[in-house]
């Protein structure tokens, strides 16, 4: 079971750190993603860390901006997001995925298990 955390209200230029904790497993053999979906919008790929530690990011403004990192032993990932934007303003989801190919983590059909999602906000 995976548990999204860390969200919130933050103005336009500020930063959040978004945690997802595993609870009755472990994540050391799965890749994490961060997915978010916006009111009236798909749910889309944001960033995802292999089990290896290589990472991908949706686009290069993301990649700029947030930084996915993971900690096997505290079966912790993630995601700092500098510089936000308004249009960031989504539910953040984290998701654990079995596959072994990185190019295959933006896409959610790769992920089997998904938290709950937190709110994240960001005012002009």
């Known amino acids: 079971q995976l548990q999204a955390s860390g969200g919130g209200l933050v103005q336009a230029g500020g930063s959040l750190r978004l945690s997802c904790a595993a609870s009755?497993?472990?994540?050391?053999?799965?890749?994490i993603g961060w997915f978010r979906q916006a009111p009236g919008k798909e749910r889309e790929f944001v960033a995802a860390i292999h089990r290896g530690g290589g990472v991908t990011y949706a686009t290069d403004s993301m990649k700029s901006r947030f930084t996915i990192t993971r900690d096997n032993t505290k079966r912790t990932a993630s995601l700092q997001m500098n510089t936000l934007r308004p249009d960031d303003t989504a539910i953040y989801y984290c998701?654990?995925?079995?596959?072994?190919?990185?190019?295959?983590?933006?896409?959610?059909?790769?992920?089997?298990?998904w938290g709950q999602g937190t709110l994240v906000t960001v005012s002009s």
């Open positions: 009755g497993g472990t994540l050391r053999q799965l890749a």
């Open positions: 998701a654990a995925s079995p596959s072994m190919i990185l190019s295959n983590l933006a896409n959610r059909n790769a992920y089997a298990y």
